[in-house]
Structure formats: C-alpha cells, structure tokens
C-alpha cells in the first residue's frame, strides 16, 4: 500500500469523530489567538508609547492586564484542546485494536501455519503502541503547529507583509528536507520494526521453550541468536539517529537563524520609519512562534515514519482473508460422514492426503490410526473446517461442509485435542466458556466422563480455582474436563485428537467407559496411538504416509495380518513387557 493511502487511511479513523475533532479545533484556534495576542499588545506598546514617551498608567494597566488575560486564556484552552485530542486518540486506538484482534482471530488457520505466535503478539501490540504514540502525539502536535502557525503569518502578514515574505521563504525549504528525510528513512524503519518482531518472537518462543533449550544445553546458542538480533537493530537505530542529526534540529535552526538575521537586515536598511522597533519585535517573537513548531513537526517526522511502518503490518492483519463458511444455517441430523475421494494439500505442492474414501453412519464409531505424519491429525481439521476440502469431497449430513455455516459446523461437531487448553479460572468457567450453562448440564456432562467424583471432592465444587495449588488437573483429567467441556453443547460428532496419549491406564479406562456412553447420541471420530482404546471401534482406518491403506474392525484387521495388526502386535508386546517389569518391581519390594 502506498504511503499516501497508508497516511489517508490513518486520519480517516480521527475524522470519523466530527465532533470531538471540530471541538478540539475551536478550543485550539481560541488558544493560538490569544497566543498571538500577547505579541501585538507587546508591539503595540512599544511604537505607540514607548517611543512617544507616553507612560500613563491608563495605559500601561489594561495592557499588562490583557498581557495576562491572553496568556490565561491560551494556556487554558490549550490545555482543554490537548484533553480533546487525547479522548479522539484513546477512541481511535480502541477500535483499531479491535478490528486487528478480530481480523487475526477471524484468519483461517492456514495463516497461522508459517508464522510463529511470537512475532503475531509483537505485531499487535508493539505496531499498535505505535500507532498509539502516533495518534496521541503526532496527530494532536501536528493539529496544534498547523493552527499555531496560520494563525501567527496572518497576524504577521496583517502588520507587514514584506517581513512576512521572509518567514514564508522557510516553508517550502522545511517542506523538501521533510521530504528528503521521509525518502531516506522508510526502508530504515521498516528493517527496524521487523526486527523489533523477530526480536520479541525469538523471546517469547525461548521462554516457551526454556525447558527444551536447558536440557539440550544450548543456552549459549540461543543467547548468541537474541544478542545477533539486537545487534541488527542497533545498526538500523543508528542510521536514523544520524539522519535525524544532520536533517532535523542543526538544520532547522540554521534556517531560523538566517530568518532572524534577515530580518534584522531589513530593518537596518529601512530603518525605524518604515518599520517600527515594536513590529521587528513582534517580528521575532512570532518567528519563535512559527519555527518551532516547524522543527517540532519536522523532528516528529520520525514518529510519522514508524506509524506509517507500523500501520502497514496493522492494516495488513486487519485486511487479511478471513475463514469462510457456507451459507446454510440448517443445524445438522445427524452425524453421518462422507469422504469421497478427498485430497489434501497445505501449500498447495506436496498433498497431505490422497484419495480418501470411507462413509460413517450418525452414532459410529471411527478410529483413525497410523504413524506420525500419516495424514489422521490433518482428517480431523477438515472435519472440524479449519481448511477447505476441495470439490465438495467431504460431507455431513449429506451436506458438503463448505456450504455449512460457522455456527453449524461449532455447534453440532466439537474436537477434544491432545493438549487442552485450561483456563486458570473456575471449573464451571473453564466448561462453559462464557456460554449460558446451568450447573446442572455441568454436573451431567462431569458425570459422563467420571469426573464428577473429583470435583466433588474439591471444598467449592465447581467454583474451584484450577491452576492453583493442589488444584492443578493431571493430564488426564485435563483430557476428561476438556471432553466435559465440549459435551454441554451435546454435538452430532465428537472428534478426539490423540486424546489417549498422555494418560495412565485408570484414566484410560474411564475414557474407554465414557465413549460407549457418548456414541448413543453422537458420532464419534477418535485418532488413536493407544490401539486398546478402539478395540470396539465399528471402522478402524489406517492411514499411512497419506494414503488409506487399510480398512475395517479390530478383528477383521486382525486376520488382514496388515499394517494394523503388525501395529497392535508391537504395543501388546510392549505392554507385557510393562507388566512383567511392574511384578518384577513389586515382586523386589515386598522382598526388602
């Protein structure tokens, strides 16, 4: 996006609050007035009493009065302008966050596939507190210099036009060095501000995972990579700070002081009869009055030039595609499933899975099996829409999921993952997740999964604080709340990812108990690494590399002497090699 849409795109968040901006633009034109003010009285009393001797505390008492009144005035209402300006700033920044939140939260997953949550939280908050320095700062100084400086050549150009066309030479030489630094500096802030991203994404990802860099020692390692990234930022901070040293202040001041000696030539050569000692004063002062500003908004220049970096990435998350959805808001039937012929891809150049075909009656039982990389956690998004299945290969209910409305496909199939997410909240919030439950659809949907017993147990019930002390969930039990979870809303397919993986036997069994319970009411898609957990499964299909390689029940599996049975072979040998080490051990106890 060019830097002119970029900069139109920006104040027209401010320019959607007319009344606030018209507000804080008459406050501020009353305060620059009376600023102005303060000069001409000056003026006035130097060439018309002053020089003519006339000293009368008639005089003298209401000028040094209006003096005062004006400087009142000004700072008042340049104090209530500023208050103005910040209520417009704070609301723009508020619905920016809004919309940048929504447009990441409402991005289809594939987004999220190559870009690492760390530089996502740094975009969002560091280029949003930009914006935020931008509109709170620059916006409101900007507003306050353009009035200050309107209103300071009117009244100068009121008293002498002459001197007032030397204070006009500065503004287009201001102009082009403005110019001239906006060209040199982009590309520099844009290298610093996605620096600052990979600076705060390396960060958080290595605090994430401290445990796995400290126990393959590679501290040392990861300490040089952050330290190789602040160095880069340093470099890059340091061509701005020499640009703003040689084009911003020196220069600015140069060209005031040239102003200052021109127009002390002026008078010099005109001498005091065509123009008045009180008019070169007022003179002055009201260059003071224009250059400074004109070096505060010059200097301020680099603040435009981050805001414009920042909100390219800002406006960039806010406009990315959104996850679609179908149309159809017909809740489903029922759970039936029907995958013909699907193929899927990531990027497009390697596919995921290849010609997937099976159907799935409403309250079935499937399985999925097979090794890392297999294609089954990939099944399970598509059955959930995280991505699209091409050429309506993939229905529910005999509908194509991509004509299913978002509500639909949320409502009526909920997924169970490996590692649940728990809230560090109450249990009956972390099952609701601010959705209308009543306790008693909680206490059935812990009853379902056998925990209710548990809870139970805890002093304040469902009102307990998870998280907290002797309150931390096993990873079973977090598997059994998160089932509890996605039970209340009493979906047509319940899909568990790995849900099995990383929990005991006991836990196991329960889960094993609460499957047979589940799939009365709803169908049930369970990717599987222990294989004892779908022994009573009505299809087990066996993925492998992508491809459907096997399909069937447990038994029927069994005499195929396939890929399957080899599989549950292993994990049965491996599970009585458990059980003779386990009497062994026990079996050494009870003999010391």
Do not use: C
Not at 228 to 249: M, Q
Request: glycine residues 6%.
């Amino acid at each position: 996006m060019k830097q002119s849409a970029l900069f139109k795109r920006l104040l027209s968040y401010p320019l959607s609050q007319p009344k606030p901006m018209l507000i804080g633009l008459g406050l501020l034109f009353i305060a620059a007035v009376a600023n102005a003010g303060g000069p001409w009285l000056i003026q006035y009393f130097i060439d018309e009493h002053i020089t003519k001797g006339n000293y009368s505390t008639d005089v003298l008492i209401p000028l040094a009065l209006g003096y005062i009144a004006l400087q009142l005035i000004s700072a008042t209402f340049q104090y209530l302008q500023s208050l103005q300006f910040g209520i417009v700033a704070a609301n723009t920044i508020k619905v920016i966050r809004k919309q940048v939140f929504s447009g990441v939260i409402n991005q289809p997953l594939s987004a999220f596939d190559y870009t690492p949550a760390g530089k996502l939280v740094s975009r969002i908050t560091n280029d949003t507190e930009s914006l935020q320095q931008f509109y709170e700062l620059l916006i409101a100084a900007v507003v306050r210099n353009l009035v200050m400086i309107s209103v300071m050549l009117g009244v100068m150009l009121y008293m002498s036009w002459k001197l007032t066309l030397v204070v006009l030479v500065l503004l287009p030489i201001v102009i082009g060095f403005m110019y001239l630094f906006k060209r040199l500096s982009t590309e520099t802030y844009r290298n610093m501000r996605d620096l600052l991203s990979d600076i705060n994404a390396n960060l958080s990802e290595s605090i994430q995972g401290m445990s796995v860099i400290q126990l393959m020692q590679q501290e040392a390692h990861f300490n040089q990579q952050f330290n190789d990234l602040t160095a880069e930022h340093l470099a890059a901070s340091k061509k701005v700070i020499r640009l703003n040293g040689i084009l911003l202040r020196p220069l600015m001041d140069l060209l005031a002081g040239l102003a200052l000696l021109s127009l002390v030539a002026i008078f010099g050569f005109n001498g005091v009869e065509l123009i008045g000692v009180g008019v070169l004063y007022a003179f002055i002062s009201y260059l003071a009055r224009v250059t400074e500003p004109l070096i505060e908004m010059t200097q301020q220049l680099a603040l435009l030039q981050q805001a414009l970096v920042s909100s390219e990435r800002v406006f960039e998350l806010m406009d990315a595609k959104a996850q679609t959805y179908g149309e159809d808001t017909q809740p489903l039937a029922s759970g039936s499933i029907s995958l013909e012929k699907l193929t899927f891809s990531y990027d497009g150049q390697q596919n995921v899975l290849n010609d997937i075909t099976f159907q799935a009656k409403h309250q079935d039982f499937i399985a999925l099996v097979g090794h890392t990389g297999s294609g089954k956690s990939t099944l399970a998004s598509l059955l959930m829409g995280f991505y699209p299945a091409e050429n309506n290969s993939l229905s529910i209910d005999g509908r194509p999921i991509s004509s299913l409305a978002k509500d639909v496909i949320r409502k009526d199939i909920a997924m169970v993952q490996q590692d649940p997410h728990i809230l560090p909240t109450t249990v009956q919030e972390n099952i609701a997740l601010g959705r209308t439950i009543t306790d008693k659809q909680i206490w059935d949907a812990l009853e379902k999964v056998g925990l209710d017993q548990q809870i139970r147990q805890y002093p304040n019930g469902l009102q307990t604080q998870l998280g907290q002390g002797e309150t931390n969930l096993s990873a079973g039990q977090k598997q059994l709340l998160a089932l509890a979870r996605v039970l209340v809303a009493k979906p047509k397919i319940l899909i568990l990812d790995e849900a099995t993986a990383n929990i005991d036997s006991g836990t196991e069994v329960l889960i094993q108990k609460s499957l047979e319970v589940l799939r009365q009411d709803m169908t049930l898609v369970v990717i599987a690494h222990r294989l004892s957990t779908i022994l009573n499964a009505d299809q087990i299909i066996v993925l492998h590399h992508g491809d459907l390689v096997e399909r069937g029940s447990h038994q029927s599996l069994l005499k195929q002497n396939g890929r399957y049975a080899k599989m549950y072979q292993l994990q049965q040998a491996d599970r009585h090699i458990q059980q003779i080490e386990e009497m062994e051990d026990k079996q050494f106890e009870e003999a010391v």
